[in-house]
């Protein structure tokens, strides 16, 4: 379907035109139309499949023909990352060029100046607020700030949202809002928790679910089965000569990033590592270096990767294996873009190849797996069911109709780290 069929603005429709979109995907196809007719929505769409585009072109079309107030907030879109609120609100910035309507992004980071102007934008009034719900929060907590004009809710990936302990922000936020609002839900997977969040928050909601894509044909994909132990010996054998290509390591927690970037700096590569301790302009300093080709290899947490969209990237390697499947086929859909090829490579250890193989039988594909050299020495035998049940702990468990984090996990540490 062409975006002109959709009875969008005509302002609205030369912002498309504009940012050069012709043809809707899926989830923009079937959700556009709910949207613009005011219906509350849970939409299960993985990331890369244009779902910012299917809330940000209606709403843009609700706020150009419907009257609204100039001061005060009219949208609130809520993400769980800086990378995500930043990127939401460059595409706003697009398809906004000819709606005269105002947006900006609330999220940690910055100096005292960014602090003022967050301030001041909820004060007076911005038609569309992006923001991090840590930082919307401390910001509501400290200031006098009228949310009563919100029509419009939106939670982009609420699902990481809620693994990173945001679900007591989200409804702080959600009993600032006026009850006759349209609440629109977006997330990649839809867990309970999901479901329980959904029915606290939405009316009635219109439920539309595209199903998971699989990789790209041209990505090659590949692992090593190893004790985890021998990771790091395979990242020195890997790189023991320099990469032809940009490469990015994805891992599960920050301090293995940093491991990664010093044990690589030490092999002279052009190396930087992306995670949530860094300010948010030593991030912006390290996407434009590894956009422009003054680092080679970036080491990405999970949580950032999704503000990563470079086009000649030539190898993702996972040193963690993914939660999921969904977040698989996010990581390695990094390279093999815009007609190129690419690699993906994986290492499993033993606790990992139950994770591993639910991958695989989601694919409905068996990775090959690379025997390991020598010099690293014997990996486990790939045998996924006699480690189902020894993956790593999750920050959530289920008592009741309730998700609580597990004793001694400290909530507001958690979330300071991504504000």
């Known amino acids: 379907m062409r975006f002109d069929e959709l009875n969008l603005n005509e302002s609205v429709l030369m912002g498309v035109d504009a940012m050069n979109y012709k043809e809707t995907t899926p989830i923009q196809e079937r959700t556009i139309p709910v949207i613009m007719e005011g219906k509350d929505l849970i939409a299960c769409a993985q990331t890369g499949t244009g779902k910012t585009a299917a809330y940000i072109l209606p709403l843009l079309h609700k706020l150009t023909m419907e009257k609204h107030s100039d001061n005060s907030v009219n949208a609130i879109i809520m993400a769980p990352t800086r990378e995500l609120a930043q990127q939401i609100d460059m595409q706003f910035e697009g398809f906004s060029y000819f709606v005269p309507v105002s ?186 270096d590894f956009k422009n080709g003054k680092i080679s290899i970036l080491v990405a947490t999970d949580i950032v990767s999704r503000g990563i969209d470079i086009d000649d990237i030539g190898m993702v390697l996972n040193y963690d294996v993914p939660h999921d499947a969904e977040d698989y086929i996010h990581r390695i859909g990094r390279t093999a873009r815009a007609g190129a090829e690419g690699l993906a490579v994986t290492f499993v250890s033993e606790r990992e190849q139950g994770k591993f193989h639910r991958i695989e039988q989601f694919l409905e594909r068996e990775i090959y797996k690379i025997p390991l050299s020598p010099e690293i020495g014997a990996g486990p035998k790939y045998n996924p069911e006699a480690f189902e049940h020894q993956e790593e702990r999750k920050p959530f468990r289920k008592k009741g109709s309730t998700w609580k984090r597990k004793p001694g996990m400290n909530n507001s540490k958690n979330r300071k780290n991504h504000r």
């Open 103 to 288: 947006t900006l992004a609330v999220y940690g980071g910055g100096d005292g100046m960014t602090w003022d102007v967050q301030k001041n934008g909820l004060q007076r009034g911005v038609d569309i607020i992006i923001a991090t719900p840590g930082r919307l929060i401390t910001l509501l907590d400290m200031h006098p700030i009228d949310l009563s004009g919100v029509r419009y809710f939106i939670l982009d990936e609420a699902d990481r949202m809620l693994d990173m302990g945001f679900f007591d922000d989200i409804m702080k936020v959600v009993n600032k809002l006026p009850e006759k609002r349209q609440s629109i839900l977006f997330s990649a997977t839809m867990p309970p928790k999901i479901q329980e969040l959904a029915k606290k928050i939405l009316d009635h909601p219109e439920v539309i679910k595209i199903a998971v894509s699989k990789p790209n044909d041209a990505i090659m994909q590949a692992a090593y089965i190893c004790h985890e132990g021998q990771k790091m010996a395979l990242i020195r054998e890997l790189f023991a000569t320099q990469v032809k290509s940009k490469s990015i390591i994805f891992s599960s927690s920050k301090l293995k990033v940093k491991d990664l970037a010093h044990t690589l700096k030490m092999m002279k590569f052009s190396v930087a590592a992306m995670h949530s301790d860094l300010e948010q302009s030593e991030r912006e300093q390290v996407m434009l």
